[in-house]
T-cell receptor, first 113, second 112 residues
Framework: DTGVSQNPRHKITKRGQNVTFRCDPI?????LYWYRQTLGQGPEFLTY????????KSRLLSDRFSAERPKGSFSTLEIQRTEQGDSAMYLC???????????FGQGTRLTVV | DQQVKQNSPSLSVQEGRISILNCDYT??????FLWYKKYPAEGPTFLIS?????DKNEDGRFTVFLNKSAKHLSLHIVPSQPGDSAVYFC???????????FGPGTRLSVLP
């Protein structure tokens, strides 16, 4: 399977705990995006990497959120001290240089209880 | 402020007929537009895109039209099939994809 892979698919955590999600992009894609989607809304941009460089961060990405892409391959998104408002689908997408659309993974659904 | 708008939350169309999904944007710096389809419990699937130098792009049953002066684009699906039933998102970017901004989506139901 050469698509974008996200793990885990589902995560239930207690408020205040830290969680980490992983994204493995399509191998030749140098651009990687993280989005968050809540019910009834479109995906909201969180952050964007070109290779290992984090080039843009949304104001939605508070200081509790951090993303890394250490070797320009897979990426992780960590949320510290989770809050109920963090409950959402977290989507990762990748795109090759000068490519057309970004290709999304199946997402990680986070539920904070 | 919502930079990409899809004012119809839902649309129902008979199988075999044309489906027209509309999208409006406010940011004149947007120069690249995309349509995605999303089934429940899956990530969005890329359908078709158009750059601002064109006014039409066609791929099989899917055609996207861009009217830059009106800041409006539309997705036409002809003929519509029951498998097209999904939520459709319009997205836009400037500088060819540093950041995609998505609309809230339109739920399309194609009735057999």
């Amino acid at each position: 399977d050469t698509g974008v892979s996200q793990n885990p698919r589902h995560k239930i955590t207690k408020r205040g705990q830290n969680v980490t999600f992983r994204c493995d992009p399509i191998s030749e894609h140098n651009r990687l995006y993280w989005y968050r989607q809540t019910l009834g809304q479109g995906p909201e941009f969180l952050t964007y990497f070109q290779n290992e460089a984090q080039l843009e961060k949304s104001r939605l990405l508070s200081d509790r959120f951090s993303a890394e892409r250490p070797k320009g391959s897979f990426s992780t998104l960590e949320i510290q001290r989770t809050e109920q408002g963090d409950s959402a689908m977290y989507l990762c997408a990748s795109r090759r240089p000068q490519g057309t659309g970004a290709f999304f993974g199946q997402g990680t659904r986070l539920t904070v209880v | 402020d919502q930079q990409v708008k899809q004012n119809s939350p839902s649309l129902s169309v008979q199988e075999g007929r044309i489906s027209i999904l509309n999208c409006d944007y406010t940011n004149s710096m947007f120069d690249y537009f995309l349509w995605y389809k999303k089934y429940p419990a899956e990530g969005p699937t890329f359908l078709i895109s158009i750059s601002s130098i064109k006014d039409k792009n066609e791929d099989g049953r899917f055609t996207v039209f861009l009217n830059k002066s009106a800041k409006h684009l539309s997705l036409h699906i002809v003929p519509s099939q029951p498998g097209d039933s999904a939520v459709y998102f319009c997205a836009a970017s400037d500088n060819y994809g540093q950041n995609f901004v998505f609309g809230p989506g339109t739920r399309l139901s194609v009735l057999p």
